[in-house]
C-alpha cells in the first residue's frame, strides 16, 4: 500500500512542478527516524477566528517523505506536528517549501524551495532576540476573565525592575529585534505581506511586554505617564490584515480587559459600553475578535442568560459573520448542556446509612446542592454561614460531601451540627459527579429547580444574599 502511495505521490509532485495552483501551497519533505511517525499533522493558526484549528493531516512513508497540499488566500502560520514535537511554518499562496526535519532537533529543521526565506528569517529571529516558543513554559496570571501568559525571561525582567527601568529595558529589546530582523533580510526573498508581519510582531510583542508589566506589577511599582503613554500609542488599530499575529490579537484584547475590568474594577461589564469602546478602533474586524473573545469568556463564566440580548444583536451584525460560529457554539453548549436540563440521578448515602436519589429529595422545593469536603479549607470556613441562614419554605440546602473516607465526613457532620441534609458521594464515580454537575473547584454550589432540572444559579458572593434571590 506504502508503494502506492510513493507512485501517487510522485506523480503529483511533477503534475505540480508544471503548474502550480496559485491558491494553495505545497509542503512536502523528509522526516528522520520515520518508522517511528506514522503521520504529521498541519494545524492553521485560525482557532481565534471559529474556535476550531484547521488540521489537515498526511502519512509518512517508509522513507520519511511527507507530501501536503494546502488551499491558501493569504499568509498563514502553520503548526507542523511531529510526534510530540512542533515546529511553525509559514505558507503563502504558491509556495513550494521543502522541509527536512529532525523530530530529536525540531529547532535545527532545513527550508528549501519557495517560502524557504521567510521561515528561515523567522526561526533564526526568534532565536537572535531569545524567544521562547514552547507555550508550555510561560507562566500564567488570571486578570479578570483572560489569562496573561508570560514567558521565563520577561518574568525574570519584571520583578527585577522599576517602571521606568523595564520601560528602558523593552525599547532596548525591541530596538535589538529590528536589528536582527534588519540584518536577516538582506539578499532574501520575502513578501510584503510577512514583512508587514514581522513589523507587527516586533511592535506588538513589545506593546504586549509593556501592558503585561503594568497589569502584573502595577501594584508593586508606580508607573508615571510616560509609561502610560507608551501604552496608549499602541491601542489604536490601523490594519486589520495584522489580525493574523498573534501579539496583535492578545494585546487589545488584553488592553480592553484593563480597561474594562480592572480600572473599573467591574467583573461584568456592560456591553453596551464595550461595544462603544471598541467601535472606535479603525478595523471592524479587530473590533469583533475582542467582542466574541469577551462574549466566549463572560458566557462561560456566568452563563448565558445574562448576554443573550447582546448576543442576538452580535449574530445578526454582518460583518461579525465570521466569528459568529464560535460564540454560537458556546452560548449553545451553555443552553442546551446546563440551565432546564435534568439533574443527574445518582445514588448518595445519607447520614443515617440510607441511600437516597436526588429526584426522590426534590419534591415541591428548590434544592441549593453545596459540594464541599473536609479536607477542603474554603469549605470549612463557610460553614458559620450556613448555621446563620434563615431559609424560606421553598428552599432546601443539601450538602453534598467529596470526602474520600466516609468516616471523616460523618464524624466532621455530627461534631459541628450544620443545618441541612447531608450525603456522602464519594465512591469509584467521584469524577462523574464532577462532570455532570459541571463542577470544576471546591467549594461549589449548584440550583435545581422543583421539577428536578438545572437553574441559574443567583450571581452573589454572599450566601444569605444568594437565598434572597434565589426564584
Known sequence: MRYVFIFFIQLVFIQLVDGQNNNEAILKGNVQFASKIPELELTGDEAWLKGKSYKLKTPVDDDGAFFFTIPLDRLTLF?????????LVFLEPGDFLELNVNP????????????ADKNTIYHQYNRDIQMETNPFRYKRYKKGELWFAVSPMHEMDMMANSGSAMLLKMEGDKQDAWMSFNNLKQEKSISPAFESFMKTEIEYHYAFKVLSYHMIYKSMHSLDNNYLDVLEKYKTVVDSNQMNNHWFRNFHLHAVNYDFILEKKNY????DALTDYVEKK??????????SELLNAYVNKYGPDEYLGFYRNFITDSVTQDYQQKVSNTVTSKLVGWYGQPAPKFKFLNIENEAVILSDIVGDQKILINFWATWCQPCLKKIPEFKKLSLPSDVKIIHLSLDRKKEDWESYVKRHNIPGEHVWAYDDKNETYLNQF????????????QYGNFSKLPDSENLTELISLIR
Open 79 to 87: 503548526t507542523l506536528s511531529v510526534g510530540q514535537k512542533r515546529l
Open 438 to 449: 459541571k463542577i470544576s473547584s471546591l467549594p461549589s454550589m449548584s440550583l435545581i429547580n
Open 104 to 115: 530529536y532537533e525540531i529547532t535545527k529543521a532545513k527550508f528549501e524551495g519557495k517560502g
Open 268 to 271: 461584568k461589564p456592560q456591553f
Open 282 to 291: 479603525d478595523s471592524s474586524i479587530t473590533r469583533n475578535f475582542i467582542l
